[in-house]
């Protein structure tokens, strides 16, 4: 058989990468084998652009059981307890179906963590979008939310936190990226096909032509007489289905069923069979008559891709197959063994008995391309980088602020959050609002802390101190409520990584990450690239989205950032700089400018604040806790004051006033006290050499910043209508 | 003696490990019924808990008013027996014609978890005695469909006996005559969009539903005759 | 045979809908002036096996008296379409 | 003039409908046997202003391009009913 010329190239393979197939097999490859081919070395699958720069992240310490490699990270959080915790993203379905593409977006990432044996107990969704002043970006958000939301709360998994950003390069490229976490129940499970002669079953939804996207011109290829329809390649999702996989998955690792288990995602059937065969260095015989189809005339290599939703693949032994299909069954899912463990290191696919496709796994799993891309850094950078960073005062300061407060990206997100189950479980101690959710564990006394940040500014203002800015934000939010830092999931969102500028910052940002979690001890579990958010040659800032975890001694000491009580000591821990202005939100709103260079971290001042916190939160000495990021020191003060709807007084104030109040200097927050406890906090702070002072005090029904005050119920006026107002223009 | 609780499960229920978290704690014995099963287990109380019944496809409630327990719990029901239907739970029972109703969605057309103050206009009920009538209390709301209606017939009737036993203080979702939780005309079937079972911890935000929760138990414990 | 079966469900008269209610407040920020009276309902297409016209359409009714539509907030109807005998079907 | 409008949305061909499969499975144990194909769509009635039927559908049209349908993973079909005058309005 041979393929027509150029095929390959409308599936996205290069040529030489189908050279590469050909040596390899030794033969051309049959259409289903070039499919099964072209989605796993794809880059989102094979990482071909990434793997290298990925490989010099830190993945290990004490608490981490698996690192990158498999499903999810597992950490363990307390003896005997342990979680699972990645983040994923979907980005570009979300832009063409916002509500199923972020609802599918969901329902993939609590697959991975299914994968492990784990239970899926909490999300977070990091969103960025362009302008609110744009229709389809308002369009956007409602459809992603209310996709997120919808999905979410039917598989019963509680959204606890998340971002809302808005910039403007995002309007053509929204980021929709989820995170989650699961709590291991009993087994650990791994993606193997150990031991031949085991059954292979597929279960949950139906194989329908979903997602097959790109490759449908393989059906035009190969049955030019048939005039196949274009099929659209949205997917839907089905929650149901997924809550009742979670469900299913679970008991059959419960009863000691499963020998080996994935989740079927991107790539397809083909994607766990290569997987799972390649890292046991075992085969895997498949047979496409067995497998539950939604369309009957469905071609192979159309089942061997297919990205429909919520589906499963377990490896069984024979034995128990009738077990498996049982309680599958019983959860009302279709589920049938369709093929069987080998060792002839080969995927071996058959229909009506036929071969349709015979490759060595590792071909298709680990043998893909791998590509050191060239980098340069953009030449527009040194200008970008001398620029002046926006920091001019415009001389109202009360104005400035609530500008500022007021912006779509700083003001409160309740109107997301509220359509959000966020108390499943009865674990959400802190829920959305705060800078990290703080969750109970189920059945268990251990808590955990989680975030995710991701500065773009910052990012693409200077890339390796941008990356370090994110790890480092996260990880103080996280120190905030009063948890240790443990281990971080990424998500990598850039633009087209064929381009030198684009494939810089991506070293770079890798780079920073690194840097960043060494410092912190806090190493990577995992994560995920997602390349190509460009349009018309127009990507991105480079996003790094940082997702955190932290572990509470207790669940009862955890600190929230809500003002308490009248006459509470307001104590700024760490050091304002006055030109932290690069990027920051007062640039942007009040400047219209995102230049110059961005916030300067010094990780040792860093790890000291965030000592102090854990250490005043564990010892139970502050009423509140929140860090200082967008914004600066009078959001941060405002916010802390709105969600205990209790004013405050600075009676301090240093350098000049707009610089005082709006400087993003990193590696600071603001903590409160009461009388008694002030000096011990105080001299946690000196004891290693953290600046700290009392700046005011809590009390009374104003925002009371020394240079202009004004009334609470304004503030929180402006703080929780801006995104209501704003995306309520034209919503239906 | 405990009273027995037995938390029904349908394909997409999800509250229902909450519900037996919180009642246990209040000393129930509880236990898990599969929606399959077309007889119930020896319990005093059944409890149908919130969550997304076969995905609440179609309409909230509707396919789950045909799972074959539910004919038990009618069973139980017209016996006398308690039943407690949360969120997805209470519209089952409005489906299944438990409840007089029924429930769409929500006026402002978005899903909605927050907290909300109910206030107790008849603390006459199984599960309100521990209240006092007039009193309020907090306990968090998640729902799209908790907009309840029925017909201006059936609210006078309903109004004249007292059957709107909770009402929100400020009404989220748009139900008619502020409802947020009401019974059936024997007092025995109750049914609210808010969750007393998010609302047993102090950690977490409230205590307040251990004033439902407690009051059915206290129900169970004064009414039935000693177990051996 | 089999037959197309049709079946409208839409919000009662006098019920409040809320989705109706809020498409047509969205209408005019889109430009669309003179548009009222707008109800959203479901439209549910399903195939039935039966002998006659008249057996598919009594079967329609009694799923929707039972399952398809709440008769507290929702009214139904039923349209019958075209007929096709049982080998045809797809 | 103000003519009745409906707009029928429906799952285009293709687009998996898992509310139409999950109702399709259940429908046996409710006693339902021989119905297939089970697809769960919108109904949307309205009234529009407009001079002529004509002009009615095309804003029908456009409404359903911009808001009504999403024309990724829905179909529509738009018909129009009796036309009454202003007075006659409800
Ligand atoms: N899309 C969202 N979904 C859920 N919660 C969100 C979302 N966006 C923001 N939040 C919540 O709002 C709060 C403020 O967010 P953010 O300003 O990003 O926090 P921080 O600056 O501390 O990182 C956080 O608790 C966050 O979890
Ligand atoms: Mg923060």
Redesign the pocket.
């Known amino acids: 058989m041979t393929l027509r010329e150029g095929l390959h190239r409308e599936l996205g393979l290069t040529d030489d990468e189908l050279q590469a197939i050909i040596e390899r097999l030794g033969r051309d490859p049959s259409y289903t084998e070039l499919a099964m081919f072209s989605v796993m070395w794809s880059e989102h699958c094979s990482y071909k652009s990434s793997r290298s720069h990925l490989a010099s992240l830190p993945t290990e310490g004490p608490h981490i059981l698996v690192g990158p490699g498999e499903g999810a990270g597992i950490i363990e959080v307390a003896p005997g307890v342990s979680v699972a915790w990645k983040i994923e993203s979907h980005n570009h379905p979300s832009f063409v179906e916002p509500f199923n593409g972020a609802a599918t977006g969901v329902g993939g990432i609590v697959r991975d963590i299914l994968s492990m044996g784990a239970r899926p107990i909490a999300l977070m969704?990091p969103?960025r979008f362009g302008h609110l002043d744009d229709a389809r970006t308002r369009y956007l958000v409602d459809g992603v939310v209310h996709g997120i939301s919808s999905y979410g709360n039917s598989i019963g998994v509680p959204?606890v936190?998340?971002?809302?950003v808005f910039e403007e390069c995002y309007e053509e490229n929204p980021l929709v990226n989820v995170a989650c976490l699961g709590l291991v129940d009993g087994r650990l499970m791994s993606g193997r096909a150990d031991v031949a002669g085991h059954s292979v079953v597929l279960f949950g939804s139906a194989t329908g032509r979903d997602g097959i996207g790109g490759a449908s011109v393989l059906a035009s290829a190969e049955f030019d007489e048939h005039s196949h329809e274009k099929r659209p390649s949205v997917q839907v999702g089905d929650p149901l289905t997924e809550k009742l996989l979670i469900e299913a998955s679970l008991e059959l690792i419960r009863d000691d069923l499963v020998a080996g288990f994935q989740d079927l995602g991107a790539g397809g059937l083909s994607c766990p069979t290569a997987e799972m065969a390649a890292k046991s260095h075992m085969g895997m015989d498949l047979d496409l008559d067995r497998v539950h189809l939604r369309e009957a005339d469905m071609e192979p290599f159309e089942v061997m891709i297919s990205e429909s939703q919520e589906r499963m693949l377990a490896v069984v032994e024979p034995g128990n197959v009738g077990a498996v299909l049982e309680i599958c069954g019983k959860w009302g899912l279709e589920a049938s063994a369709v093929g069987e463990v080998t060792s002839s290191g080969n995927i071996h696919v058959r229909l009506n008995g036929a071969t349709v496709a015979e490759v060595p796994a590792e071909s298709l799993a680990d043998e893909g391309p791998l590509y050191d891309r060239p980098r340069r850094r953009p030449d527009w950078l040194d200008a970008l980088q001398a620029r002046a960073p926006g920091d001019d005062s415009r001389g109202d300061l009360e104005k400035a602020f609530l500008e500022v407060l007021g912006s779509p990206s700083v003001a409160s997100?309740r109107w997301?959050?509220e359509q959000?189950d966020h108390m499943l479980f009865l674990g959400t101690v802190q829920g959305?609002?705060?800078?990290a959710?703080v969750l109970r564990l189920p059945g268990t006394d251990t808590a955990v802390a989680v975030?995710t940040?991701g500065p773009g500014r910052f990012c693409f203002l200077d890339p390796y101190e941008g990356a370090k800015l994110a790890v480092a934000?996260a990880a103080r939010?996280v120190a905030c409520v009063g948890a240790r830092p443990v281990a971080i999931t990424n998500c990598l969102n850039f633009g087209s990584p064929e381009r030198p500028e684009v494939m810089w910052q991506f070293a770079e940002v890798v780079r920073g990450i690194r840097d960043a979690c060494e410092a912190l001890a806090t190493p990577v579990t995992g994560g995920n690239v997602s390349f190509y958010n460009e349009t018309q040659g127009r990507a991105i800032y480079p996003t790094p989205v940082i997702g955190m975890l932290g572990v509470l001694e207790s669940a009862g000491g955890s600190v929230g950032l809500a003002f308490g009580s009248a006459g509470d000591a307001l104590v700024l821990l760490g050091e304002t700089r006055d030109d932290d202005f690069g990027g920051s939100e007062y640039a942007k709103v009040v400047n219209h400018t995102v230049a110059g260079r961005p916030p300067v971290l010094d990780l040792e001042a860093e790890l000291r604040l965030q000592g102090v916190l854990i250490e005043a939160a564990t010892r139970g000495l502050v009423r509140s806790s929140h860090?200082l990021?967008?914004g600066g020191l009078a959001i941060t003060l405002a916010e802390s004051a709105l969600a205990g709807r209790i004013g405050f007084a600075l009676r301090e104030r240093g350098g000049q006033d707009h610089r005082w109040l709006f400087s993003e200097s990193p590696s600071r927050a603001i903590v409160t006290c009461s009388g008694a406890a002030l000096d011990e906090v105080l001299s946690l702070a000196s004891d290693v050499g953290l600046p700290a002072s009392t700046i005011g005090e809590v009390g009374g029904d104003a925002l009371d910043f020394a240079v202009f005050a004004l009334p609470l119920e304004l503030a929180t006026r402006t703080f929780e209508d801006a995104l209501p107002s704003r995306l309520s223009a034209t919503m239906a | 003696m405990r009273a027995r609780v037995g938390v029904v499960v349908f394909p997409g229920s999800n509250c229902e490990r909450d519900c037996v978290k919180s009642l246990s704690q209040l000393g129930a014995e509880t236990e898990l019924v599969w929606h399959d099963d077309p007889v119930l287990p020896e319990v005093d109380i059944v409890v149908l808990p919130g969550g997304f019944a076969h995905g609440d496809y179609l309409r909230t409630g509707a396919l789950a008013r045909f799972s074959p327990i539910m004919q038990a719990v009618t069973d139980h029901a017209e016996r006398g027996g308690l039943v407690l239907g949360v969120c997805n739970g209470f519209q089952v029972l409005c489906e299944t014609g438990l409840l007089p109703g029924a429930l769409h969605k929500n006026k402002g057309l978005k899903f909605m978890c927050k907290w909300t103050e109910l206030r107790v206009d008849n603390a006459a009920t199984p599960f309100t005695s521990r209240a006092s009538t007039g009193s309020v209390l907090k306990i968090p709301i998640n729902h799209f469909e908790g907009n309840w209606y029925c017909d201006p017939e059936t609210l006078q009737g309903m109004r004249e006996r007292d059957q709107i036993v909770l009402r929100y203080v400020d009404n989220p979702n748009g139900a008619l005559d502020d409802a947020a939780g009401i019974v059936n005309e024997n007092g025995n079937v109750f049914g609210l969009m808010p969750h007393p079972e998010r609302a047993c911890d102090e950690l977490l935000g409230s205590e307040d539903g251990i004033v439902l929760l407690g009051s059915a138990i206290d129900h169970v414990l004064k009414t039935t005759p000693a177990r051996v | 045979m089999t037959f197309s079966v049709v079946v409208n469900v839409m919000p009662k008269a006098g019920i409040s809908d809320p989705q109706g209610q809020t498409i047509e407040r969205a209408l005019p920020a889109l430009g669309y002036t003179g548009v009222n009276g707008v109800r959203v309902g479901k439209r549910i297409m399903l195939e039935i096996e039966a002998a006659t016209e008249d057996e598919a359409r009594a079967r329609a009714t009694e799923m929707c008296e039972r399952l398809l539509a709440n008769s507290v907030i929702e009214a139904y109807e039923v349209a019958i379409g075209e007929a096709r005998t049982e080998g045809a079907q797809a």
Not at chain 1, 432 to 435: E, H, L, M, N, Q
């Open positions: 969704d969103l959204t936190g998340g971002e809302l997100k997301a959050w959000y959305p609002g705060g800078d959710a975030t940040d934000e939010n860090d990021s967008s």
